[in-house]
């Protein structure tokens, strides 16, 4: 993989120690919310085989990515499904936070670099999702054009936290979980040859 700027800023805020006590009273917060046995395993995708949440992002990502191309070059008759698809990613982020939350607070304890990235990819995309919130709010009172500029600094503000929750996931780990290879095979890859 190739060094960018944006990995040498990773690395920056992953050495933010004041993130440090936030995150952790966030994470103990979160595992006193959540409790272990099914309502734990629904979040973490127990019962699918792997996470939940990268599924999950893709429904507020699709949704609002798509809205903002309808707002800029769909025209007057696409308003109302640009409006509706606003609505249903502000609706999917609700799962979309909790699986992702559930996956953080486990992998936080053990690695102060996901909880600090974590920690700053959690409120890069709740600002999004509030961004989004105020664009349909702008919409229904009539100020379409302010509805459309809110909406793209949401998707601004989305693409900041979708970046650091692959940072997250392909640079650290988190919510990455590897399972021994079933008896009488052999594991051909490595996480270090990749």
């Known amino acids: 993989m190739t060094s960018s700027p ?3 800023l990773a690395a920056r805020l992953e050495s933010v120690e004041a993130l440090d006590g936030p995150g952790r009273t966030a994470g103990r917060t979160v595992r006193g919310v959540i409790p272990d046995g099914a309502p734990k395993d629904v979040l973490s995708g127990a019962w699918l085989g792997h996470a939940v949440h990268p599924i999950l992002t893709d ?3 699709g949704m609002w990515t798509s809205s903002v191309l309808l707002d800029w070059i769909g025209g007057e008759g696409s308003r109302t499904a640009s409006d509706r698809l606003i609505v249903v990613g502000v609706l ?3 799962a979309t936070f909790a699986t992702g939350w559930s996956d953080w607070a486990d992998a936080e304890q053990r690695d102060p670099a996901v909880r600090r990235t974590g920690l700053v990819h959690a409120a890069a995309n ?3 999702t509030a961004l989004m919130i105020g664009s349909i709010r702008a919409r229904k009172r009539g100020a379409r054009r302010r509805g459309k500029l809110l909406s793209l600094a949401g998707s601004a503000a989305l693409s900041a936290g ?3 929750g692959g940072h997250l996931s392909y640079t650290l780990g988190a919510g990455v979980t590897a399972s021994p290879p079933a008896a ?3 594991a051909t890859a490595s996480a270090s040859s990749a």
């Open 6 to 8: 944006l990995n040498a």
């Open 59 to 61: 429904i507020p990502i």
């Open 92 to 94: 999917a982020a609700g």
């Open 126 to 128: 709740a600002t999004a």
């Open 162 to 164: 979708g970046w650091l």
């Open 184 to 186: 009488g095979t052999q």
